[in-house]
């Protein structure tokens, strides 16, 4: 069979078609958003007509209050459903719907409500007129005065691809940027709507803290000749330091060279992080990859949100369920995920009774033929994360998570913490118990989640980070950085991929690039790092990890056997019994960036409340029963 499309038949069909679209379209596109990269636009320039044969009124349609981040203006709908049929199966939220047939169709929420789910501005991204438009966005730009910058989004351990768009020196708008392998084509709402907290709250010039409790701006060299000072005054073995989520891997390595040459080796001394070991990259990374999802037949997730830690791998997931292709197992809190799934218990009980072989589920586990377990960071950052880690490889030697002959590791450990995965391939612990807790100087390397009363009263604490945050107001001396959308930087994400991000916009005044602030101040303190250029640092990382220059590859893990020994002679002998929390309150305020963004707190206002409820109607929870 063959289909001719450029015939003058099937010229004349697509006109017809376009004008009965056009009939009822109003003529915005001086004012629209969508103009310059609008389908309607593209489907008139090909096949419209001149002129409309249309003389009858146009309808109009109210527009509808569906949240604080999705615009809309009914009157352009043409009743696509596309972001229906996003909602419904994509994202599974029921929420839109259409009423009414013919002309009198609109499309609606029913009854007054949000989209609450945490992927919403996808839809937008769907739309292919201008009915429904970001509000970040409204009224700001159009497409052909932006400049594209690829990058990748550094706010969870997902590292999704996204385009920075920017117009002149301000950044405009997030979008998403295909990659089958990490993200598809889509990306959540903070990571899309959260940029406008990149240029609120900055630091932007040294500042010294006084006795009274001022402070007072510094130059660079009167910062560096502070910090000589301070380190000056202080043994080695009493500095210590920490590493916060937004440092890159050029960073990473600078500071630890640096803190290296001045004799600490105190590299991590909070007590909130995940008990992960390093010697091998299985213990800390997703060993069966994202993709896994996709060969996966039974899931089971222990200790973790991922609607709210990974709102797009929860989609993934998500459509492997409703394919009927994959079964989910959860143990943790009974959580609306967008799916159906089975709820193995909330405590530590229930991994302790899979570990001995006394729970019903150990049967169906031991006959799935590829098993994948995800165990979350904030289960590992419990006081007894190591017994998790023991009971977790006491499960896997225990069943075919481990399956050698089709090159299958399930055991899959989910940091949700970028800058925490590069300081590990590295080489630095997240866990060190043997760090001294009456340290006088403590330097902070965009670290935000230390707790200030564990700091000792008299120890001298330095800041270098992008914002003013909680880590800069518990600080002595605070030194300016760059954020992920200003530099050229190497990152991991949770799969064990480099990937890089790239400068769409300019630091701030005296904000510079971390590994270079870093380069200036060792040189300052008589410690100077044998690097200048970014090739000449990358080619000390090559020293390192060679493989973390690999970008966008995958490096094969290995040694399977001695990542999940199962090496504890009394598995859970430190267990405590307990249930598992939620590490995530509120979705949309969990680091220092989203923190300081108008429309995240826009969406914490509206939406985070209405995430509390317990019932929900499409709540799919079921309990797990045998007979």
């Known amino acids: 069979m063959k289909i001719h499309t450029k015939t003058d038949k099937a010229r004349e069909a697509q006109a017809g078609v376009h004008e009965f679209l056009m009939a009822n379209h109003p003529l915005d596109c001086p004012i629209c958003d969508q103009g310059g990269e609008c389908d309607l636009q593209d489907v008139g320039m090909k096949a419209g007509k001149p002129f409309g044969r249309f003389s009858e009124f146009k309808r109009a349609v109210e527009d509808k209050d569906i949240g604080p981040l999705v615009h809309t203006s009914m009157n352009r709908c043409i009743h696509c459903t596309r972001c229906i049929r996003y909602t419904n199966q994509v994202a599974g939220e029921q929420v839109l719907g259409g009423t009414g047939r013919g002309k009198a169709k609109e499309i609606g929420t029913y009854v007054d409500q949000f989209l609450t789910n945490e992927v919403s501005g996808n839809v937008a991204d769907l739309c292919p007129v201008g009915a429904l438009t970001h509000y970040p966005y409204l009224y700001k730009a159009r497409p052909w005065e932006l400049r594209t910058h690829n990058s990748i989004c550094t706010l969870d351990g997902m590292g999704a691809n996204i385009e920075f768009n920017t117009k002149g020196a301000e950044l405009m708008r997030v979008l998403p940027k295909v990659n089958e392998e990490v993200n598809e084509e889509w990306i959540s709402d903070k990571t899309r709507y959260s940029y406008d907290g990149l240029k609120t709250q900055r630091l932007t010039t040294p500042l010294l803290k006084l006795p009274n409790g001022d402070y007072q701006e510094l130059n660079w060299e009167e910062c560096f000749q502070k910090v000589k000072e301070v380190f000056g005054k202080v ?56 993709t896994g999802i996709h060969h996966a037949d039974i899931l089971v997730l222990i200790g973790t949100n991922l609607r709210h830690e990974c709102p797009v791998l929860n989609m993934r997931i998500r459509k492997q369920v409703q394919d009927k292709k994959l079964k989910v197992f ?93 300081a590990m391939e590295i080489g630095i612990s997240p866990y060190n118990p043997e760090a001294p807790k009456d340290y006088e100087l403590l330097y902070l390397l965009g670290v935000d989640d230390i707790i200030p009363e564990q700091i000792p009263e008299n120890a001298f604490v330095i800041y270098q980070g992008s914002h003013g945050d909680q880590g800069a107001l518990a600080a002595d001396l605070i030194i300016p950085g760059a954020t992920y959308a200003e530099k050229l930087a190497s990152w991991v994400n949770m799969d064990g991929r480099s990937q890089l991000t790239r400068k769409a916009v300019t630091a701030p005044k005296l904000a510079r690039n971390d590994w270079q602030v870093i380069r200036a101040m060792s040189e300052e303190i008589g410690v100077t790092l044998p690097y200048d250029e970014l090739d000449e640092i990358r080619a000390r990382i090559a020293m390192l990890a060679p493989h973390l220059l690999k970008y966008d590859y995958l490096e094969p893990h290995g040694f399977e056997d001695l990542a999940h020994q199962d090496s504890s002679q009394e598995p859970g002998k430190d267990l405590n019994i307990s249930v598992f929390q939620d590490g995530i309150e509120n979705f949309y305020m969990t680091d220092f960036i989203s923190r300081n963004s108008e429309y995240m707190a826009k969406c914490s206002k509206s939406l985070n409340p209405k995430k509390l409820k317990n019932f929900r109607p499409r709540f799919y929870a079921q309990s797990f029963h045998f007979w």
């Not at 979350?376 to 998570?401: E, F, H, Q, T």
């Not at 002959?405 to 800058?419: A, D, E, H, R, S």
Request: charged share 20%; aromatic share 6%; hydrophobic share 35%.
């Open 330 to 422: 959860v143990i943790g809190p009974a959580q609306d995920y967008g799916y159906k799934y089975t709820h193995l218990g909330n405590s530590t009980k229930t991994l302790l009774q899979l570990a001995e072989g006394k729970h019903p589920f150990c049967a169906q586990l031991s006959h799935a033929e590829l098993p994948m377990m995800i165990v979350g960071d904030y289960a590992l950052s419990r006081p007894d994360g190591k017994s998790i880690i023991d009971l977790v490889n006491k499960i896997a030697s225990n069943s075919p998570l481990i399956n050698k002959p089709k090159q299958w590791n399930g055991v899959n450990f989910m940091n949700n913490n970028m800058g925490r995965i590069n």
């Open 235 to 290: 043994e080695p073995d009493k500095i210590v330091g920490a590493i916060g989520p937004q440092m890159d891997i050029e960073a990473v390595v600078a500071f630890r060279d640096m803190m290296h040459r001045v004799g600490c080796e105190n590299l991590e001394i909070r007590d909130n992080t995940p008990k992960n070991e390093i010697d091998f990259r299985g213990q800390y990374l997703m060993n069966s990859r994202i």
